[in-house]
């Protein structure tokens, strides 16, 4: 049996949507598992020559988890030995969700392994991922495609259609990194009642101008007071980067927590010549979430 997933990159928070929105990418990590093939991990793309090949990477990990938490359901559920293949196109801790990816492509995996259980069910392919990497804002948006709010507490994700006419532009940094939870150490515990206001009415105006393709709404409602400035000025490069796309009246934000830059094209307003070390990437929005095909 031979089972490929492909699992889109995704940029959280857009701007004020901090720890809740989601977008997908239409670039996207390729993981096969052969069960015929000899045992073993391997990897080509992004981050090769980095990532482990010992089972302990993400992905091994998320599908071992994922076969223990459904034999605790399921005593005797198990799946056979496989060897895991990964393609990857999305960038390492450069807030495209590389993690998340991993974790989705993992759960997706071994939900098809154990059987006809419901792999197909985005929730629970995004339920079992996040709790395992932490980062619902991305699995949610990498399991369902599109545009996903999640509500923390509740456990609730919604899916949006963004709309067509959507141009985004990763701004993508050659040399620099952001480790995500670095970037979550930097932030305060606590948030100024203002700036929490000022954020959920530019959330509000950000669903509004994504799903309707308002770009010059869009431009307006990508700001935020909770996160941003303080990660930008982890890395001055990024920080610049974005207010000079601002000040050219660009629709522009952290691509989750940086140091990659999320933009958004228009007539008149193009991103341009990028500073040295830096390279954009234009994918497109991915309506899909988490695809899987099975070759028996």
């Known amino acids: 049996m031979r089972v490929t997933v492909r699992v889109p990159a995704t940029s959280a928070n857009l701007g004020p949507g901090f720890d809740c929105f989601g977008l997908a990418l239409d670039l996207c990590n390729e993981m096969t ?102 980062h619902p804002d991305n699995a949610a948006s990498a399991a369902y495609g599109g545009l996903t709010v999640f509500a923390s507490g509740s456990g609730y994700v919604h899916r949006l259609e ?20 670095a970037a979550r150490r930097a932030l305060a515990t606590t948030v100024d009642r203002q700036d929490a206001v000022f954020n959920i009415g530019h959330a509000a105006l950000a669903v509004v101008a994504l799903t309707q393709g308002d770009l010059d709404l869009l431009l307006v409602a990508l700001h935020d007071r909770l996160h ?50 830096w390279r954009a990437i234009r994918p497109g929005v991915r309506t899909e979430g988490v695809e899987v095909r099975v070759e028996p």
Do not use: K
């Not at 938490?69 to 969700?97: D, K, T, W």
């Not at 691509?255 to 307003?269: D, I, M, N, Q, T």
């Open 162 to 181: 963004p709309h067509p006419d959507l141009d985004p532009v990763v701004l993508v940094p050659e040399r620099l990194r952001l480790p995500t939870a």
């Open 33 to 134: 598992v052969d069960t015929e093939a000899e045992p073993g991990v391997t990897w080509e793309g992004e981050g090769a020559d980095e990532l482990p090949t010992d089972g302990s990477d993400m992905v091994s990990r998320a599908i071992a988890s994922t076969v223990e938490h459904q034999s605790r359901i399921h005593p005797g559920a198990g799946v056979p030995s496989f060897r895991l293949h990964g393609m990857n196109r999305i960038p390492f801790e450069r807030g495209l969700g590389s993690s998340s990816a991993a974790a989705v492509a993992g759960v997706a995996l071994a939900r098809t392994l154990l059987g006809p259980a419901g792999f197909d069910d985005p929730y629970a392919t995004f339920a079992y991922a996040s709790e395992l990497e932490g």
């Open 228 to 277: 941003e400035s303080v990660r930008a000025a982890m890395v001055p490069e990024t920080a610049m980067l974005l207010d000079d796309l601002r000040h050219r009246q660009l629709a522009a934000c952290l691509s989750g927590a940086g140091p990659s830059v999320l933009a958004f094209e228009r007539r008149g307003h193009l991103v341009g010549d990028l500073p040295d070390g």
